[in-house]
C-alpha cells in the first residue's frame, strides 16, 4: 500500500512540473450599475485624489478609524496611516459599481477598477461605507485586489522513500 502511495505521489509531482498550467478563459464583464449621487462621488472623490496623488485628500474620504487592505500590503488603519500609506500612490484610475447598497448609515460599493473607463478591469474592491452625522458617506474599509493570478511555485521538497522491506 505504501509503494502505491508513494507512485502516486510522485506521478502527481511529476505532472504538475510537465506542463503549463492552464489558464481558464477571463469571465465576461459584469455590466456597470449607476449609483445614487452621494455614492458616486465617493468614488469620484477617490478618483480625482488617486489621478492628483493627493494622500490627503485620499484619507479625508476614509472614517477617522478607516481601513486600507490593500492586495499585497498588510492593513492600514485610521487617516495618518492611510495618508502615509498613498503617500507614494496615484496616477490614472478609473472606478465603476458592479452593485452597491445601504441600509441607515451603513452600505457598500462593490466595483473594478481600471487605468481609464471603458478598458477592462485591472481589479475589483469592496468599500464598506458609514454615513457621518452631516449626511456624507465615508470608507469604513477599502478592500482591493488584482484581476491578475499570482502563481507561486512550491518549494522544492524532497519525498523520503520509503524503507525497504527485506523478503
Known amino acids: 500500500?505504501?509503494?502505491?502511495?508513494?507512485?502516486?505521489?510522485?506521478?502527481?509531482?511529476?505532472?504538475s512540473g510537465s506542463a503549463p498550467a492552464q489558464q481558464?478563459?477571463?469571465?465576461?464583464?459584469l455590466t456597470s450599475v449607476e449609483l445614487p449621487p452621494a455614492?458616486?462621488?465617493?468614488?469620484?472623490?477617490?478618483e480625482r485624489g488617486w489621478r492628483v496623488r493627493d494622500p490627503a485628500a485620499l484619507a479625508e474620504l476614509f472614517?477617522?478609524?478607516?481601513?486600507?487592505?490593500?492586495?499585497?500590503?498588510?492593513?492600514?488603519?485610521?487617516?495618518?496611516?492611510?495618508?502615509?500609506a498613498y503617500a507614494n500612490g496615484g496616477g490614472?484610475?478609473?472606478?465603476?459599481?458592479?452593485?452597491?447598497?445601504?441600509?441607515?448609515?451603513v452600505g457598500y460599493i462593490i466595483g473594478g477598477f481600471?487605468?481609464?473607463?471603458?478598458?477592462p478591469d485591472s481589479g475589483?474592491?469592496?468599500?464598506a461605507?458609514?454615513?457621518?452625522s452631516d449626511g456624507r458617506w465615508q470608507i469604513t474599509a477599502d478592500l482591493d485586489n488584482s484581476n491578475r493570478r499570482t502563481w507561486v511555485a512550491p518549494t522544492s521538497t524532497a519525498i523520503p522513500l520509503p524503507p525497504k522491506r527485506e523478503k
Not at 458616486?40 to 477617490?46: A, F, I, M, S
Not at 487592505?69 to 495618508?83: D, E, Y
Not at 481600471?114 to 478598458?119: I, L, T
Open 92 to 105: 490614472p484610475l478609473s472606478l465603476r459599481a458592479l452593485a452597491y447598497a445601504t441600509d441607515g448609515r
Open 129 to 132: 461605507l458609514r454615513q457621518g
Open 63 to 84: 472614517t477617522e478609524d478607516g481601513f486600507v487592505l490593500a492586495n499585497g500590503n498588510p492593513p492600514v488603519r485610521g487617516r495618518a496611516a492611510i495618508r502615509a
Open 39 to 46: 455614492l458616486d462621488r465617493v468614488l469620484r472623490d477617490y
Open 1 to 15: 500500500m505504501r509503494k502505491l502511495v508513494f507512485s502516486v505521489a510522485v506521478l502527481l509531482v511529476a505532472a
Open 114 to 119: 481600471g487605468r481609464a473607463p471603458g478598458e
Open 24 to 29: 481558464p478563459a477571463p469571465a465576461p464583464a
Open 124 to 127: 475589483k474592491f469592496v468599500l
